[in-house]
């Protein structure tokens, strides 16, 4: 399996809208190709965002983490675990 990975910065919003504003900007980066030169690491990403956004339950991660919630400042790593599942994990936190 690829080793894909998407960072996410919390603190200000939850986890869930860190998602969606990165979902956001690698689109905007895969619009930008006018061919079929799209890398694929991004074609990856996008699609590692999708299912976290579409399978994850944002209320209780969220509630599980003042981080997740976006109360206190982090840095997240979204990946896949060793079944392919998108799994998150927090890096980096900031005071």
């Known amino acids: 399996m690829k080793e894909v990975s998407v960072s996410l910065k919390t603190g200000g919003h939850c986890i869930q809208s860190a998602a969606k504003i990165e979902f956001r900007r ?39 983490d003042e981080r997740y919630a976006g109360i206190i400042d982090a840095v997240c790593t979204l990946s896949r ?15």
């Open 26 to 64: 690698i689109t905007m980066i895969i619009l930008e190709f006018t061919d079929d030169t799209v890398p694929q690491i991004l074609t990856d990403q996008l699609e590692l965002l999708t299912e976290f956004l579409e399978n994850t339950d944002f209320n209780g991660l969220r509630a599980s």
């Open 81 to 95: 675990d060793e079944d392919g599942k998108p799994v998150i994990k927090i890096n980096q936190q900031f005071k």
